[in-house]
Nanobody, 115 residues
Framework: QVQLVESGGGLVQPGGSLRLSCAAS????????MGWYRQAPGNARELVAA???????EITESVKGRFTISRDNAKNTVYLQMNNLKPDDTAVYYC?????????WGQGTQVTVSS
């Protein structure tokens, strides 16, 4: 059974930093592309960043230069380092991966950026 468990969310002031972690189990982690999505109230879920098995990275324009995605295949974990956070980054952040037949999601972790 595939499980994705996020951690690291919380309340932070504008300009602050957080690091999200997603621990995966039930998959051969090293061969999967891993992604981070977010969903703010009233908005659709959107891709924030993704990292392929080979380390290729896709990152959405609004967070370029502030967010970094990385993976540790030995720990079956993908990370999202978020710096210079802005109120518009407030959302529930979800870890994601996909097989040929379906997508898998974590339960989400809340990130709130507010003074």
């Amino acid at each position: 059974q595939v499980q994705l468990v996020e951690s690291g969310g919380g309340l932070v002031q504008p300009g602050g930093s957080l690091r999200l972690s997603c621990a995966a189990s039930g998959i051969t982690f090293s061969v999967y592309t891993m992604g981070w999505y977010r969903q703010a109230p009233g908005n659709a879920r959107e891709l924030v960043a993704a990292i392929s098995r080979g380390g290729s990275i896709e990152i959405t324009e609004s967070v370029k230069g502030r967010f970094t995605i990385s993976r540790d295949n030995a720990k079956n974990t993908v990370y999202l380092q978020m710096n210079n956070l802005k109120p518009d980054d407030t959302a529930v952040y979800y870890c994601n991966t996909k097989s040929f037949t379906r997508a898998y999601w974590g339960q989400g972790t809340q990130v709130t950026v507010s003074s």
